[in-house]
């Protein structure tokens, strides 16, 4: 097969290849983005695959970085991009079911086209638009079916994460898992709890976040790899997922974690997310989320939700209402919004410093508990964030506490 027409990021990237080339050596664009180039999606990144060794790459071009040259990679600066070539290589023995104990920089294609994970990720694309297809990854392309490259226990074996990786890709591609494939995820799944929680805390959001998540989500149950995910041992809960709308895509990752997490039973992601040692600003905003999910149950949002949880938790949280056919008011939102008078309490017209001035308050709870009751008022519209209303509203507390 032949690419008649390289994409842009290629077409840029076509002078490294001619370069290395004309220094004697082989060089194509492998791994995903020569599948995206044939499937007409839009391509991430550029790799670039070489017979020359680490060093000789080096004395091909002028400006380079070593950015993983124990593996073969090497960073080649040119013409304004950047571009990471790495020598065609074998893996050793892999001694934690991720990363090989060694590998050896070969000369043949053929023997690192090898090593790669499924068919439909061991192409290799010559710069004259050739494609080089030694597993029979177009046939699988054309099937819609992803199929591990060789012995699939042996890749699994050698790498679990490449069963979550099977998964996700079923969830961006549509594509079916081959039955061999599949039965030998089942069987390796367990090397999950092997693999950093980091690394599949990746891929599984990419799954979630794809617009066939549905067909990955189904597969990572049928192949039983959930109770080796933290928190997932409740596979009926899991399965609650699967009864939105056939189509439905989550808007971003908050709403797709936060969801599960509902399903799973967690009102606190914070518990749940710890154990996946994400960010703290991402373990809050799905907390935020399920604060707000929680509350829209028990009716319509109000202003101090909506200051307290934020408009993009509402609105994820409507999103969902909406996805299961339950009653919607996105406008209520938005009026709530627009009436809004302060966002942060830094919004407020004055300070706890200038009240305690102008009214000889020393520090300590009682100004804490009057700004907080002035910072409520205001949400909630009682009270005009003015410095005259705020002080008009702090003499009449006063005046009010002096009667106590």
Known sequence: MRVEKMPAEFEKALPILQKIRNSGYEAYFVGGSVRDVLLNRHIHDVDIATSAYPAETKQIFEHTIDIGIEHGTVLVLENGGEYEVTTFRTEDVYVDYRRPSHVNFVRQLSEDLLRRDFTINAFALADDGN???????????????????????????????????????????????????????????????????????????????????QKGFRELLAIEAYPYLPGFTDKTALAHLLALPAGFK?????????????????????????????????????????????????????????????????????????????????????????????????????????????????????????????????????????PQEIFNYVKGYHKHGDND
């Open 131 to 213: 494609v080089i297809d030694l597993h029979g990854g177009l046939v699988d392309l054309e099937a819609q079916v992803l199929r591990a490259v060789g012995n699939p226990s042996e890749r699994f074996n050698e790498d679990a994460l490449r069963i979550m990786r099977g998964l996700r890709f079923a969830a961006v591609l549509n594509f079916d898992l081959e039955s061999k494939t599949f039965a030998s995820m089942k069987e390796h799944a367990n090397l999950l709890s092997k693999i950093s929680i980091e690394r599949i805390f990746i891929e599984l959001d990419k799954l979630l976040t794809a617009d066939f998540w």
């Open 250 to 386: 989550f808007t971003n990752s908050v709403q797709s974690w936060g969801y599960l997490a509902y399903q799973l039973g967690y009102r606190d992601g914070k518990f749940l997310l710890k154990k996946w040692k994400v960010s703290r600003d991402f373990s809050t905003a799905v907390s935020k989320f399920l604060s707000a999910y929680d509350k829209r149950l028990k009716g319509d949002f109000s202003s101090e939700d909506l200051y307290n949880l934020g408009k993009s938790s509402l609105t994820l949280v409507e999103e969902m209402f909406a996805a299961q056919n339950l009653e919607t008011n996105f406008e209520h939102i938005s009026v709530l919004d627009e009436q809004l008078q302060i966002r942060t309490r830094k919004d407020i017209a004055v300070s706890a410093g200038q009240i305690m001035t102008e009214f000889g308050i020393q520090p300590g709870p009682q100004i804490g508990q009057l700004f907080h009751q002035i910072e409520l008022e205001i949400v909630k519209g009682q009270l005009q964030n003015t």
